[in-house]
């Protein structure tokens, strides 16, 4: 018999990967151009090609042991020295080698993290909505995720909500900027009003309230805002970055945690994240495209793509009279689903061949999320689908 945890998985599953399941079977039944496959956050873009160039390049090189080897747990050191060198000289920061420990993208950094903070009945923060596997990923070191409610109108997080729910046990907050589901991203007063708050409740209780700042989404920003590097605002900030969506690299799993030496406790956190990397059984991040990033740290995806998807399927969901706040970063729309019942929704979109996900695993019950990393032919195709489901709610 396997793990009462497990079975719980497998009985719970994702939300996400059933629905992209099933549209891989309907696009067998109805053909590719017939179905609209909004559920996976998987980029749409290209890689950038000076990643393809510097993986060519790191593979012909003619230094041994240049890559494939074992290495320090952390990752390669001069890669990490030149991830440090890219922060500072972006962000005004002013970290080190021994400050970056390279990780199986963000979801390996959030583990190993978890690893080094929770015991068993810690409390994990999170703004619902949510990513939904910060749950499992709590789960796997026994904490306990709890979610704090957000501005209902703007999904923005509100100090007091945040005040209320801290308690001696809090280990954590995530806060997760630019937001998958929402699109939301937060502003420099309400990364201030957060770090208020936490200090204030780290002062109260005597205990360390760590700030885990989870970024995959960072670059991917839309009319000109900005968003705040944590570090400068908190003292116990830790940063899990990825560059599955900024270089459209999700399968690639490669990323980075950081880990400032003005943290609580950093001569053992250090030094734990990188035990934890090894003993999750990650040993290092993948030294191929370690190498490779290095090499293309300036390097981008063409935000304006997904840009101009967000603005067709915003304006005309908002024409039929869909009800959504514009995103303005990652690449999610996070709509209200019409007659109130997301799941009621999803199933019902389906039989228009709409692939959306109900935003009750993102604890965000009453919306559904899009996720617009798609084609932009997609994208005009699937509009008459939407106007109908719209028509069949009673929209307008
Ligand atoms: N965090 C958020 C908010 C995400 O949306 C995702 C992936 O979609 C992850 C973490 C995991 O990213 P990675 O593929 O880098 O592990």
């Known amino acids: 018999m396997i793990s009462e945890s ?5 009985r ?9 399941e099933e549209g891989t079977k309907m696009i067998k039944e109805f ?7 909004y559920s996976l956050g998987n980029p749409s873009v290209e890689p950038p090609k000076e990643v393809k160039e510097a993986m060519l ?6 230094e041994p042991n240049a890559v494939h080897g074992y290495m320090n747990n952390a990752g390669y050191e001069d890669v990490r020295a030149a991830v440090a060198a890219h922060l500072n000289k972006n962000f005004g920061t002013a970290f080190q080698a021994r400050n970056i420990l390279m990780t199986v993208g963000a979801a390996g950094g959030l583990n190993v993290i978890l690893k080094v903070l929770v015991n068993p009945g810690d409390e994990i923060l999170t703004f619902a909505p949510f990513f939904g596997e910060y749950r499992n990923y709590v789960n796997n070191f026994n904490g306990k995720l709890v979610t704090v409610p957000t501005d209902p109108e703007t999904f923005t997080p509100v100090a007091e909500k945040l005040l209320e729910a801290i308690t001696p046990k809090t280990k954590a907050l995530i806060i997760n ?3 998958n589901p929402t699109g939301v991203v937060y502003s420099e007063e309400t990364i201030q009003s957060i770090a208020a708050v936490l200090s204030a409740k780290e002062k109260e209780y005597g205990t360390s309230i760590y700030l885990i700042a989870d970024e995959p989404y960072r670059e991917l920003v839309y009319d ?9 605002y908190y003292k116990n900030t830790i940063v899990g970055y990825s560059y599955s969506k900024s270089l459209s690299l999700p399968g690639e799993r490669i990323g980075y945690l950081v880990m400032p030496d003005e943290l609580d406790d950093a001569e053992e956190i250090i030094p734990g994240a990188a035990v934890a990397n090894r003993v999750l059984g990650f040993v290092n991040a993948p030294s191929l495209i370690q190498r490779t990033i290095m090499n293309c740290l300036d390097a981008s995806v063409d935000v304006e ?6 603005e ?32 009621v929704f999803v199933q019902e979109a389906k039989k228009y061949h709409l692939l959306v996900v109900a935003g009750s695993g993102f604890g965000g019950p009453g919306y559904i999320r899009i996720a617009y990393c798609v084609d932009y032919d997609m994208i005009v195709r699937s509009l008459p689908a939407f106007e109908s489901l719209a028509k069949e709610f009673g929209l307008k």
């Not at 497990?6 to 497998?10: G, P, W």
């Not at 000109?224 to 400068?232: A, C, D, E, I, R």
């Not at 793509?305 to 967000?310: A, E, G, L």
């Not at 869909?322 to 019409?338: D, R, S």
């Open 12 to 20: 719970n599953g994702s939300a996400i990967r059933a629905m992209f």
């Open 224 to 232: 000109g805002v900005s968003v705040p590097y944590l570090t400068k």
């Open 57 to 62: 390049s790191v593979l012909t090189s003619e």
């Open 305 to 310: 793509i997904y840009n101009r998807n967000r």
């Open 6 to 10: 497990v079975l719980n998985l497998n």
């Open 31 to 37: 053909g590719k151009e017939n179905v609209y496959d």
């Open 177 to 179: 900027n630019p937001n």
């Open 312 to 343: 067709l399927l915003y304006t005309k969901l908002t024409e039929y009279g869909y009800t959504c706040i514009k995103p303005q970063g990652a690449f999610y729309l996070f709509v209200k689903a019409p007659g109130g019942d997301d799941k």
